[in-house]
């Protein structure tokens, strides 16, 4: 039978409920992807944005569990390794069409 984690208020619930056979709460409802940051977070910035703008970026956040600054900084790697990822494609695709000109096809 698939059972959802309770909400364990203290230590001790949480203690007592890892005392007990746990199996029945192994599956993927109960689990939800994690992204673990390991490069070190050496700048700081200080960022003037409108209120509602905010408000918007904090309510998406705690949709997604994480605090603003996580996500505001993991939106912001996002844009940029798309924008990477598009930049790639587009010199990859001049290249053949190069080549293929230089082959006659073009």
């Known amino acids: 039978m698939r059972k959802k984690f309770p909400a364990l208020k203290t230590d001790e619930e949480a203690e007592a409920f ?12 109960n689990f939800s992807p994690f ?7 050496d700048k700081s910035i200080n960022l003037r ?6 408000k918007a970026v904090q309510s998406r956040a705690k949709r997604q569990g994480i605090p603003y600054q996580r996500y505001i900084r993991q939106e912001l790697e996002r844009s940029v390794a798309a924008k ?7 010199a990859r695709t001049k290249a053949h069409a190069v080549k293929a000109g230089a082959r006659g096809r073009g």
């Open 18 to 29: 890892l005392q007990q056979d746990l199996s029945d709460f192994l599956h993927r409802g």
């Open 49 to 54: 944005i409108p209120a509602g703008l905010l």
């Open 35 to 41: 992204r673990f940051e390991f490069k070190p977070k």
């Open 84 to 90: 990477s990822l598009n930049t790639t494609a587009v």
